[in-house]
């Protein structure tokens, strides 16, 4: 059974700094992209970062790139996100997922965690 579980999640000030966790298990991590995504308050979900199997390519949205950068640990069976300079409107739950198809810029998952949530105060 596919599990994946985010961490790391909390209450940070205006241009200070998160990295997320994604422990997964249920199936070969390191034979899947994976993708993480978030969704607001009152919006709809959110896609951000995408990761190939192997660590490369990798691609991100607008919003985040340059500040946000997805990496991932085989060995461990673990996604990550590093999260530079937030701002108030990163203000999300945010999820990883595992993209169809295996395709790592694909804006549609087929599984997803339960969430982690990140809170930026201005």
């Known amino acids: 059974q596919v599990q994946l579980v985010e961490s790391g999640g909390g209450l940070v000030q205006s241009g200070g700094s998160l990295r997320l966790s994604c422990a997964t298990s249920g199936f070969r991590f390191s034979n899947y992209a994976m993708t993480w995504v978030r969704q607001a308050p009152g919006k709809g979900v959110e896609w951000l970062a995408g990761i190939d199997s192997g660590g490369a390519p990798t691609e991100y949205s607008d919003s985040v790139k340059g500040r946000f950068a997805i990496s991932r640990d085989d060995a461990k069976n673990t996604l990550y996100l590093q999260m530079n300079n937030l701002k108030p409107e990163d203000t999300a739950v945010y999820y990883c997922?595992?993209?169809?198809?295996?395709?790592?810029?694909?804006?549609?998952?087929?599984?997803r965690g339960q969430g982690t949530q990140v809170t930026v105060s201005s």
């Open positions: 997922a595992r993209p169809l198809d295996n395709w790592y810029r694909a804006r549609v998952y087929v599984s």
